[in-house]
């Protein structure tokens, strides 16, 4: 009877000791909900105060013309209107030839930004060249110039080989300020590449050439998409360059046209084409983000882990 008596207080202790446990397992996981639910509404907080000066700019664009000039501003349209984006659609010479513009200047400087950084990289990554370090380091050292002072004598120097006021011309400026780091993020994408890929290219015969267009861009493509993400944005909003090389109306980029929308009668500012120019000029570089966003972040981050 005693052994029994000890066996059912056994039970009793061991049923209470699962009891306290599943008690703590079932704090600690409410605890890891409470805190995921936290650490969610931060996010949805920081979500939207990122996202509320584009809504509002949204709204703006959308008012119309008498709204959007009305003060004190009022944050939600009373009114749909398309009016703002049918002014800026004809605006000057029109948005059509603007878009053109800028999409080609981008295109120029995304292709030159290629055509340079990737071979560059290559070979910093990959060959034995004398004082390499030392060259790559003076070619960073004209990312801390800042571009502004270099406009002018690139300007003086454009003007005399008939490059001024040509989209070629502007594209080359974009790719000489875009081109260091470019080159700095294809050396790392090559560097994070293992060398006994490019080692049994070699021994199956090819040559450098082979190697560099066979193995190693397929190998770099998250590398070469975010050179391409950060050619394209720099190219899309620069102003300043654009401005002093651009001097006739039909030659004008995004960011050109963007500062001449807002000027409506009597020099007064018309907010509802400028909020709808700026909608126009914001809708292509979220879209390319969005599209490249998952090759942008593994690019960037190529050659940080070993």
């Not at 000791?17 to 704090?27: H, P, S």
């Not at 002018?152 to 080359?172: E, R, W």
């Not at 914001?282 to 983000?289: F, M």
């Amino acid at each position: 009877m005693s052994s029994i008596s000890a066996g059912r207080m056994d039970d009793a202790g061991l049923e209470r000791a699962v009891t306290r446990e599943a008690g703590r397992l079932a704090v600690g996981a409410g605890a890891a909900k409470g805190t995921r639910y936290l650490i969610a509404a931060i996010c949805f907080a920081v979500i939207a105060i990122m996202m509320s000066p584009l809504v509002l700019s949204f709204f703006a664009s959308i008012k119309t013309p008498a709204a959007a000039m009305h003060t004190p501003p009022t944050y939600l349209p009373e009114a749909l209107s398309s009016a703002n984006y049918e002014r800026i659609y004809h605006f000057q010479a029109g948005l059509p030839t603007y878009l053109t513009n800028s999409i080609f200047v981008a295109g120029l400087t995304i292709l030159f930004c290629l055509a340079l950084a990737v071979p560059a990289g290559y070979g910093l990554a990959r060959f034995k060249v004398p004082g390499k370090e030392a060259w790559f380091l003076l070619l960073l050292a004209g990312m801390m110039v800042p571009y502004q002072a270099l406009l002018t004598p690139l300007y003086l120097m454009f003007s005399k080989l008939g490059l001024a006021n040509t989209h070629v011309g502007l594209a080359i400026v974009h790719t000489l300020l875009q081109l260091p780091f470019s080159v700095y993020l294809m050396r790392h994408a090559f560097e994070a590449v293992p060398k006994q890929l490019e080692e049994a290219a070699v021994m199956d015969g090819c040559n450098s050439f082979q190697v560099l267009w066979s193995v190693l861009i397929p190998a770099v493509k998250a590398g070469i998409v975010t050179v391409v993400l950060f050619a394209f944005i720099m190219s899309w909003n620069e102003f300043l360059a654009a401005l002093i090389f651009m001097n006739k109306e039909t030659q004008f980029t995004i960011p050109i046209w963007t500062v001449s929308v807002r000027t409506g009668r009597l020099g007064a500012v018309d907010w509802g084409a400028l909020q709808a120019s700026l909608m126009v000029a914001i809708l292509p570089c979220a879209l390319v983000y969005v599209l490249l966003q998952r090759y942008y972040v593994s690019g960037f981050l190529s050659g940080a882990v070993k």
